[in-house]
């Protein structure tokens, strides 16, 4: 396997234990489904593996994931546009850990991820890097490739949406 160049070479395997987690979240959060998101999470890593080399340190290959799964979802959403048909979305608790992915079976209880999980995917994406994943808003918009005036609109945008989804549930 390739290594990082870096002080201490890191190799794919490090990235995937330290990130696959991460990217799994973040495709399942964005299309919604656990075949598809099992197909793009693929689809990452193997990309990895083939650009390996290029990454500077574990940072740049975090932020290196999050742009290749966006774009690989955004791919997945083209492929089922482009044909006229849509993939059917399961509604289900994207798990904070791996050893929660086999826990999370059944539909979701939970108001608030259930009106996430209608948001449009480019603001489903970028709640899910800012409440699930802790990135701030300078980190999404490097990470993205997007303005930070970008990053806060789409995140205010998200939020007025789904105050109007959600309403009163206090």
């Not at 870096?6 to 495709?27: F, K, N, Q, S």
């Not at 480019?122 to 990053?151: D, N, P, W």
Request: charged share 35%.
């Amino acid at each position: 396997m390739r290594t990082i160049k870096a002080e201490a070479e890191i190799t794919a395997e490090e990235i995937i234990d330290r990130y696959g987690d991460m990217v799994y979240r973040l495709a399942v959060s964005q299309v919604r489904n656990r075949t598809d998101a099992d197909d793009i999470f693929q689809e990452v890593f193997v990309r990895l593996v083939r650009h390996v080399q290029d990454l500077q340190d574990m940072e740049h290959a975090k932020a290196w994931l999050i742009r290749v799964t966006i774009n690989c979802t955004k791919k997945h959403f083209g492929l089922y546009r482009n044909k006229n048909v849509f993939p059917i979305e399961e509604t289900e608790e994207i798990p904070k850990k791996e050893e929660d992915f086999e826990q999370v079976e059944k539909k979701i209880d939970n108001p608030v991820m259930q009106a996430v999980s209608k948001l449009p995917p480019k603001y489903r994406g970028c709640v899910h890097l800012f409440y699930f994943e802790e990135l701030s808003v300078k980190e999404i918009a490097k990470m993205t490739g997007q303005k930070e005036s970008t990053v806060k609109s789409q995140l205010h945008r998200a939020r007025e949406m789904l105050k109007e989804m959600l309403g009163d549930i206090s």
